[in-house]
C-alpha cells in the first residue's frame, strides 16, 4: 500500500476512534484501487486485524 494511502486509512479509521495495535503486516501487502476483489481483500484484512485489537484490549 503506498504511504498515501496508508496514512489516509490511518487517519480515516483514527477519526472515528478506532485505532490498530499493528500494523506492519497492513503496510507490506498491496492492494490495487480499481480491483472490487481487493477492496474486499483489504477490509477483510482490516477487520482481522481490528478483531485481534479488541482481544487484547479485552484482557
Do not use: C, K, W, Y
Not at 507490506?28 to 487484547?56: E, G, M, W
Request: glycine content about 6%; aromatic content about 6%.
Amino acid at each position: 500500500m503506498p504511504r498515501a494511502a496508508f496514512l489516509a486509512l490511518v487517519f480515516v479509521l483514527a477519526r472515528e476512534g478506532v485505532g490498530l495495535d499493528g500494523v506492519g503486516l497492513l503496510r507490506r501487502v498491496s492492494f490495487r484501487a480499481d480491483d472490487p476483489n481487493d477492496a474486499l481483500a483489504l477490509t477483510r484484512f482490516i477487520n482481522v486485524h481490528l478483531a485481534s485489537t479488541r482481544r487484547q484490549a479485552a484482557r
